[in-house]
C-alpha cells in the first residue's frame, strides 16, 4: 500500500475565450479578475517546481483576489497536503466544495487527507461521496478498501478491492490486497490466486511473494511456498520476514537445518527480531540440541523480559535436561504473561 500524490488542478488561467487541451490533462480556463489569475498561475509554476510555500503563498494570493476561486482552495489544499498540513488542507477542499460542488475530486482529495490523519470514518464518508458522484478513479475504491480492512471489515475490503480492479484491471496493489482479505475470510484458492494476478503485472513485488508463500503455507504446499519466500528475497536480499517465513516453511517441512540457517540470517540482519529467536531455539529443541535451544531463549529474554513464549519453550528445554525446577519456574512465569498452553506444563510440577 503506497501513498500517492495528491491531485492538483494544472488550469492555467489566460485572458482568452477558448479551452484547448495541452500537455494531457493541462486546460486553459478564463479567469475573470486578471490578478487573479496570474497569482494562480504562479502557483501553479512553483507547485511544478516543488516550491511549495510560496505556491501556497501564490493562491492566497489568488483568493484574496477572487474569494470564489475554487480551482485555487483545491490546488492550495492539495499543496498543504504535501506540506503534511492536513487539517488545514481539509479546510481548503471544504472551501472548494462550497463553491463549486461539481469538483468531486475535491472529496477524494479531502478523503485522503482525513485518512493520513487516521479519521477512517470520515475519510470512508468522502471515498463514498467521490465514488457516489461518478469519480471514477481506482484508488477511491482501493483506498476505501484498505481502511475497510484495517478495520476487519474484510469483505467490504474484497468488494472495494475489486471496484478498483474493475476500474482498472492491471492495479497490482489492489489484487494484493484483495488476496491478503481473502487469506482473512479464509478463501486460501481465492487468495492465492490474486497474489499470482498481481506478480503477473508486477513481477517485483517482494512483499506479495511474501504474502504468496504464506498462504500456500496454509494449504501445506511448503516446496511451493519456499520457493515464493526465494523469490522475494532474490528481489530483496535483506527481506527479514521472508528469511523467517521460509525459515517456518522448512520447519514445517521437517528440513530442521535449513530453518536453523534462515532463522539465523534473519537475526544476522536484524539483531532484535525477536520472533527469529523464538524459532531457532524451537528448532533446536526438534534437533534435540537443548542447550543450544536454552541460549537462544536466553538471548530473546534479554531482549525482552514479557516474552512469554520464550519462557514456555525454554521451559520444555530444560525439562528435556533434567532441570525440572528450573523448567517448572519458567513455565510459571510464561503462566503470569498470560501464554495459556503453559497451565498443561505446570502440572507436571506439583
Known amino acids: 500500500m503506497k501513498n500517492l500524490f495528491p491531485f492538483i488542478l494544472l488550469f492555467l488561467c489566460v485572458s482568452i475565450g477558448v479551452k484547448a487541451q495541452v500537455q ?50 483545491f490546488n492550495r489544499g ?55 458522484k461518478g469519480l ?27 471496484g478498483a480492479i474493475q476500474i482498472d484491471s492491471r492495479y497490482a496493489l489492489a489484487y494484493n490486497d484483495r488476496g491478503s482479505s481473502y487469506r482473512k475470510l479464509e478463501k486460501f484458492d481465492e487468495s492465492i490466486s490474486d497474489y499470482r494476478k498481481a ?10 511473494y511474501n504474502n504468496l508463500g504464506s498462504v500456500l503455507r496454509k494449504k501445506d504446499k511448503f516446496d511451493e511456498a519456499i520457493d515464493a519466500y526465494s523469490q522475494a528475497i532474490k528481489i530483496k536480499s535483506d527481506y527479514v520476514l521472508a528469511y523467517n517465513n521460509r525459515g517456518s516453511a522448512k520447519f514445517e517441512k521437517k528440513d530442521f537445518k535449513g530453518a536453523i540457517e534462515d532463522f539465523n540470517k534473519a537475526i544476522m540482519l ?7 529467536y523464538n524459532n531457532l531455539g524451537s ?31 525454554r521451559g520444555i528445554a530444560k525439562e528435556e535436561l533434567k532441570m525440572l525446577k528450573e523448567a517448572c519456574a519458567d513455565w510459571k512465569k ?15 510440577c506439583n
Open 78 to 132: 492539495s499543496v498543504k497536503v504535501e506540506m503534511k498540513m492536513l487539517q488545514d488542507a481539509i479546510s481548503d477542499f471544504d472551501a472548494t466544495l462550497k463553491y463549486d460542488s461539481t469538483m468531486i475530486t475535491a472529496y477524494y482529495s479531502r478523503a485522503r487527507a482525513k485518512h493520513q490523519l487516521k479519521d477512517n470514518q470520515g475519510a470512508i464518508l468522502d471515498y463514498t461521496l467521490a465514488i457516489d
Open 199 to 208: 506478480l503477473m503485472i508486477d513481477p517485483n513485488l517482494d512483499f506479495t
Open 334 to 348: 510464561a503462566d503470569e504473561l498470560g501464554i495459556k498452553a503453559a497451565s498443561v506444563f505446570i502440572s507436571e
Open 283 to 313: 528448532t533446536k529443541i526438534k534437533m534435540k540440541d537443548y542447550k543450544g535451544a536454552i541460549e537462544d531463549f536466553d538471548k530473546l529474554i534479554q531482549k525482552d523480559a514479557n516474552y512469554g513464549y520464550a519462557y514456555l519453550n
Open 24 to 73: 494531457g490533462d493541462t486546460t486553459l480556463v478564463v479567469a475573470e479578475n486578471q490578478e487573479a489569475e496570474m497569482a494562480y498561475n504562479q502557483g501553479i509554476e512553483n507547485y511544478k517546481n516543488k516550491l511549495y510555500q510560496d505556491a501556497v503563498n501564490n493562491f492566497t494570493q489568488a483568493i484574496g483576489y477572487k474569494i470564489d476561486f475554487a480551482k485555487a482552495y
Open 136 to 162: 471514477k478513479d481506482a484508488k477511491a475504491f482501493y483506498y476505501r478498501g484498505m481502511i475497510k480492512f484495517l478495520t476487519d471489515d474484510f469483505q467490504g475490503a474484497v468488494d472495494d478491492y475489486t
Open 270 to 276: 536484524k539483531d532484535d527480531y525477536l520472533a527469529a
